[in-house]
Each structure stands twice: as C-alpha cells, then as structure tokens.
C-alpha cells in the first residue's frame, strides 16, 4: 500500500521535507553505486579503482551531515505527529546508509589485500550476494520514496535470501580453507568481505522497518524469517 505524503499551509515547510526526502534517495543511490563499484574492483582486481572508492566514501558522509542539518531545522519548526515521524526516520535511515557506505568501502578496502593473494573460485559467490544487497538496497529506497510499505515489508522478508546465500558462501569458504591451507589468507580477506555484504542487507531491512514505522507509527512489525547460519557452522 502506498501512501501519499500531505501537504502543509506553509509551503516551504513542504519544501523542505521534499529536499530532505531526495538528499536521502541522492545519498541511497550513492552508496548503491558504491557496492557496485567495489563488487567490480574485487571482479577486476584492480587496486587504483579501489583507492578511488575508498576516497568516495567521504561524499556519502558529507551528505549526511547535510540531512542531519536539515532535520534538525526541520524539527524547530513545531511538526505534529506524522511530520516527526518523517524527520526521526529520515535521520535513521541516513545512518543505516552512512553505515552501508562504510561496508562497501570496506569491500574495496579488502579487495587490495585480496588482490596479493591468488584469485580465488569464491569470488563468484561474493558476487552472487553482492548484488542481491544493491537490489534490496535500491528496492527498498523506492519503497521509501512512494510510502509504500508493504513492499518494504516484501524486501524485508527478502534479507532471509541473503542470509542463506551469506551463509553458503562461508561454509564453502571454510571448507576450501580445510582442504588448502594455502587459501587461508585470501579466504578469510573473503570471509570479511561477505560479512560486510551481509551487514548492508541487515541495514537495508532497518530501512525497511523504518517504511513500516513512517507509515504505520508504531504498530507491530511482523515477524519475519532469518536464515544466517554462520554462527552455527560447526568448527
């Protein structure tokens, strides 16, 4: 269901909500381009175009600085109950997307280190959850931009694929690392950078969640599936 924002008497206060709903969108789609990028750093093992990335994450911190002066001007203007729900999750979800930028700097960060190691067969797995976070991620700013919570609440449901993927992906790297020890170093390089992949999907669910609670207030969340086995992966 989607639900169309209101508008006010004053104008200007309607114009600023909008600049601080496209800031955020902007600042999403930066760090979506970001995992992209470092997804295609670690393909190419290409150290230059990870230093770039790394430098990039400054952009996305900066924005948020930007929102959080913007809500709080926002928050000095006396808005009723709907209103402070707006600028209390857009100041959330500006955090869970600082955070997905850090991972993703992260990813490139690994990817150098990766990079003195021989290529590895896992890559490609990586890879497989790497893009299922930049889907879920762009998915749910869509569902931020149109209220729309019940497909925030079908891309929250949908962290449980990333779980499972995440999980498979750890259990054949630590299977690889037993057979060839060898590949220790490059597979635990691999092991943080999945954990990180993970974490964005994690931070995109918050996202989610934060739909829900824009729209809905504080109703229950309903209850959802979590499939990340890796702390249950037997030594």
């Known amino acids: ?27 999403g789609e930066m760090a979506a ?11 190419r093992r290409d150290d230059k175009a990870a230093a770039r990335i790394i430098a990039n994450d400054e952009a996305i911190d900066a924005l948020e600085q930007e929102i959080s002066q913007d ?13 402070l729900r707006e600028i209390l999750a857009a100041i959330r979800i500006a955090s869970d997307i600082e955070r997905i930028g850090d991972y993703a700097a992260n990813v490139a960060k690994r990817s150098t280190a990766l990079n003195l190691a021989p290529p590895l067969p896992q890559v490609g797995g990586l890879q497989v959850i790497g893009r299922l976070a930049v889907e879920q991620l762009r998915d749910v700013l869509v569902a931020y931009r149109d209220n729309d919570v019940e497909a925030a609440q079908a ?3 949908r962290d449980a694929e990333l779980d499972t993927a995440y999980t498979a992906l750890f259990r054949e790297l630590l299977t690889y690392m037993a057979e060839d020890p060898r590949s ?12 990180n992949i993970e974490r964005i999907g994690d931070h ?8 829900w609670f824009l729209v809905r207030g504080n109703d229950d969340l309903p209850p959802r599936e979590k499939r990340d086995g890796s702390n249950t992966v037997a030594p």
């Not at 381009?33 to 393909?43: G, N, W, Y």
């Not at 220790?184 to 954990?195: D, E, N, Q, V, Y």
């Not at 669910?205 to 739909?211: G, Y």
Request: charged share 25%.
């Open 1 to 27: 269901m989607t639900t169309q924002p209101h508008d006010h008497i004053v104008k200007s206060y309607d114009d600023e909500q909008r600049r601080l709903l496209d800031e955020t969108l902007r600042m």
């Open 33 to 43: 381009a970001q995992l992209e990028a470092a997804l295609d750093v670690v393909a």
């Open 71 to 83: 809500v709080m001007k926002l928050a000095l203007r006396g808005p009723m109950a709907r209103d």
């Open 155 to 157: 891309i929250r449901a």
């Open 184 to 195: 220790i170093t490059g597979c635990t390089h691999l092991l943080f950078m999945a954990k």
């Open 204 to 211: 995109a669910t918050n996202i989610a969640e934060n739909v």
